[in-house]
């Protein structure tokens, strides 16, 4: 075992609902992860300095206002330019059916759409990060 | 016929009140008695703050509406007033609200995507053209860059002859609860408090019939907060505002009948009634006995109450209907004076036309056919509403005492400490409901196989958006550059010499300079807010 499974969730954009990203913080704790959590209106060179920082393994993006094709294509690419070396990328929030294809194509590892039980996100993580 | 001894499951609300079974004259006896009940629109407004309430005087209809640019949003307005809406309630974009121009890089996919995008009184001009500003009460629902959208709309009625003295309407502008939910937070806590009483000062003496304030317990009921909680920071948060304009000398009564409220109504629908009977009464008391407020006005709680988004479920979202409607029942039961229905695709989408006319007949079938608006407060003097009242306002006194005790709702939001606590809230409400421990029908209760149902937005126009910042230039290029410079000027020295800031901000966008040029000025002066990040 090689310690706990880190986790950044971050808030890209203007979006100021903060609930659900809370939670998913709180559930991964209760998980037994380490977890980050960035605050509201990061910039995606932000965030994606804040996953190298903290040596995230999942970088968690949430995003409620509809903007999540543009940002989560910003993150990705400013985690590739700042070498981040983690596991997966993952995006929860109010997320269309019609757009997961497209996120994944970008790059996201998975999609959790509010509502998603906490279980479902924990047990992606730990089958992705294997620790 | 059970037996008087049998044990039955304690039933008990959120806000930590325990419910009998029955309950008898001597039940609210034992809670305080009648005394405080009252009349209606007689101190302390327990029954309501009219005398006659809705058989004189029905509840607004003001759905929460605005996207795209200030064009579409002025269809929407016009569809919305046609269809018998009383009242507009304007959203604004991310942008908009977070002091940023169309143009902003922080703003890109973002422009009218959550609301209308205003940059200059240009598209406030726009959005209004036509609509009588002296007969719709607009509620304007902003609360960071409050001071330029609120600018906006007073040059605006000024403009077309409308005197700020008989102007209504209010604007959210309550940044404290910003910092609790909903996060359109700029600048640091003291200057944003600040900035608050300037608009409470500035509407005191030139817009007197206006609510420049409206308290919204709902973020904060919404983030996790319990029925209880939500009434007691809404007014822990009034106070601290009335509390920093006393200080700089302003007359109570006309500080305080420029508040409003704006509060939840999701849950227990009993426990809603009883938040606002008690709620009411306890306002009254505050202001009278705690800032010797006597302008009545002032000492009647005006509300705005009907949203309960948290309540709503994306699983068999038809149902959301059926709570919008008690939702509705409960605010006309609370004695609200506006409504603004959630829509029952408000869990995966920004409302609909379908769904917001939907929330507006709701509204409407109440008042018209089943009989709401017949009488003053139909559930007084019940045994069971008034000992519930009375419970709930020890239950609200004793957070307001426990909020004192810490320091202040100031000092517990500035440290992060309310945040923290309500989320700790909100995940044990989640957990609960996900382990089937709260029943929620359609999520852990009733369950059934559905066809996948999208979340849906508004398609995004990056033309519209592009459109915005074409519209953005053109008025840049139009205006007396040195003008908006001069007024700049003016609102830098008003803003660091602690002068109010809004006649200078009423120069600034006169000039027609733009929400994010004014908000830059003021972060020039106050910097920018750190949201302290506490679980």
Redesign the interface.
């Known amino acids: 075992m090689a310690g706990k499974i880190r986790v950044l969730i971050g808030k890209p954009g203007l979006d100021g609902h903060d609930v659900g990203a809370k939670l998913v913080c709180r559930a991964l704790m209760a998980a037994g992860m380490e977890v980050v959590y960035t605050g509201l209106r990061q910039s995606p060179q932000a965030i994606a300095r804040t996953a190298v920082e903290e040596q995230a393994d999942v970088v968690g993006l949430s995003i409620l206002s509809g903007a999540h094709l543009p940002l989560c294509r910003k993150v990705i690419d400013e985690l590739g330019r700042a070498g981040w070396e983690g596991s997966c990328l993952l995006v929860g929030g109010n997320i269309p059916r019609r757009d997961h294809r497209q996120l994944e194509e970008l790059g996201v590892a998975g999609v959790f759409p509010t509502g998603t039980p906490f279980g479902e996100i924990t047990a992606f993580i730990e089958e992705k990060v294997k620790k | 016929m059970s037996s008087p001894d049998e044990k039955l499951p304690p039933v008990v609300w959120e806000s930590g009140i325990e419910i009998e079974p029955v309950y008898r004259p001597e039940d609210v006896e034992r809670s305080g008695g009648l005394e405080a009940v009252g009349d209606s629109g007689e101190y302390p407004y327990t029954r309501g703050v009219h005398p006659l309430m809705y058989r004189k005087r029905p509840w607004t209809m003001r759905q929460y509406s605005g996207f795209g640019t200030a064009a579409e949003t002025h269809e929407r307005f016009l569809w919305l007033l046609e269809h018998g809406q009383t009242g507009l309630n304007v959203a604004f974009d991310?942008?908009t609200?977070?002091g940023?121009d169309s143009d902003d890089p922080?703003?890109?996919?973002?422009v009218g995507?959550?609301g209308m995008a205003v940059d200059t009184l240009a598209d406030m001009e726009e959005a209004f053209a036509g609509i009588d500003l002296d007969r719709v009460t607009v509620s304007l629902t902003i609360n960071g860059s409050a001071v330029a959208i609120m600018a906006m709309y007073f040059a605006l009625a000024r403009k077309r002859g409308f005197p700020l003295e008989k102007l209504r309407g209010n604007c959210q502008n309550d940044i404290l609860k910003?910092f609790v939910?909903?996060?359109?937070w700029i600048f640091p806590a003291e200057p944003s408090i600040r900035l608050v009483v300037d608009t409470m000062e500035f509407c005191a003496r030139r817009v007197p019939r206006y609510s420049p304030v409206s308290v919204c317990g709902y973020h904060i009921r919404?983030?996790?907060a319990t029925p209880a909680q939500e009434m007691a920071c809404g007014l822990a948060i009034a106070c601290a505002y009335l509390e920093r304009a006393l200080e700089r000398g302003l007359d109570a009564d006309a500080v305080a009948a420029g508040i409003t409220f704006n509060f939840d109504i999701h849950g227990n629908l009993w426990e809603q009634v009883a938040k606002f009977r008690a709620g009411r009464r306890l306002w009254a008391r505050l202001l009278r006995e705690r800032y010797g407020v006597s302008n009545s006005r002032a000492l009647k709680l005006r509300m705005i109450a009907g949203g309960g988004g948290g309540g709503l479920?994306?699983?068999q979202p038809e149902n959301n209907i059926v709570r919008g409607a008690y939702y509705a029942l409960a605010s006309a039961l609370g004695g609200t004076q506006t409504m603004a229905l959630c829509s029952y695709d408000e869990?995966?989408?920004i409302p609909s036309e379908h769904a917001a006319k939907l929330s507006l007949r709701t509204m409407q079938i109440l008042m018209h056919e089943v009989g709401l608006c017949d009488t003053v407060d139909p559930l007084a003097g019940s045994w069971f509403v008034e000992s519930t009242t009375n419970l709930m306002e020890k239950k609200i006194l004793d957070i307001l005492d426990d909020i004192e005790r810490q320091g202040g709702i100031v000092k517990s939001i500035a440290e992060g400490r309310l945040q923290a606590e309500v989320?700790?809230q909100?995940?044990e409400r989640?957990?609960r409901i996900?382990a089937g421990e709260i029943p929620k029908v359609g999520v852990n209760l009733f369950v059934e196989q559905e066809a996948?149902r999208?979340?849906?937005?508004?398609p995004?126009r990056e033309q519209e958006a592009r459109r915005q910042i074409e519209r953005l230039n053109h008025v840049r290029a139009e205006r007396d550059a040195a003008a908006v410079e001069r007024a700049l000027d003016g609102l830098h020295r008003a803003a660091a010499a602690g002068e109010n800031v809004m006649p200078a901000a009423m120069d600034a966008v006169e000039a027609y300079a733009s929400v994010g040029e004014i908000c830059g000025v003021l972060k020039d002066v106050f910097g920018t807010y750190r949201?302290p990040?506490r679980?």
């Open positions: 991310l942008p609200q977070c940023l922080m703003a890109e996919g973002e995507r959550v910003e939910g909903r996060g359109t919404e983030s996790g479920t994306i699983q869990a995966y989408t989320n700790r909100a995940w989640e957990r996900q996948e999208d979340i849906e937005f508004h995004y949201e990040i679980f």
